[in-house]
């Protein structure tokens, strides 16, 4: 049998409610002040027609049962929850494999100037014989002046010596 809310609600943000105001007392250093107090909580129980076993029974379910209203909330939140990490990991996968460039060519690869880029920025571990090419290119994207062909090439050739991979 679940607890009456007359015994654990509270009344007010001074009072506790009847049930915890007594349960309170017990704590007390005095031996008799303690056992009245559980005589008083006995009683009140009783009144209510509950038992020291329903008491138990309130405590480990967390104060009794949901409500159904309370139960659909819960569900909703979680459903919501669970819809908006799917789009969040959904949107990470299509980072981790496609970066996170604005602009892509049609079969997925990075455009040059988004290589270029990267290369400059990890221009430090490659020989110093490549850095003028190097930022050259990069300078080449702020103008949007496309590369020839054998650039493109050995642009591309540092991007794979520096590990990048083109997906």
Not at 21 to 49: N, P, T, V, W
Not at 101 to 127: C, I, M, Y
Request: hydrophobic share 35%.
């Amino acid at each position: 049998m679940a607890l009456p809310r007359e015994l654990t609600t509270r009344e007010n943000d001074h009072h506790g409610s009847e049930l915890g105001d007594i349960i309170r007392q017990l704590a007390s250093d005095e031996k008799g002040h303690a056992f009245a107090a559980l005589c008083a909580m006995a009683r009140k129980l009783e009144k209510y027609g509950c038992s020291f076993l329903d008491l138990a029974d309130h405590v480990e379910n967390g104060g009794g049962s949901l409500s159904d209203a309370d139960k659909q909330k819960i569900g909703a939140a979680i459903e919501q929850a669970r819809i908006e990490g799917y789009a969040e990991g959904v949107k990470a996968a299509e980072s981790k494999q496609h970066g996170t460039g604005a602009f892509r060519n049609t079969d997925g690869t990075l455009e040059w100037s988004e290589v270029a880029l990267f290369l400059q920025r990890e221009k430090h571990r490659l020989p110093d014989k490549h850095h003028e090419f190097i930022d050259d290119m990069a300078s080449r994207t702020a103008w949007g002046r496309e590369p020839t062909p054998r650039q493109h090439q050995y642009l591309h050739s540092l991007f794979y010596k520096l590990g990048g991979k083109i997906t």
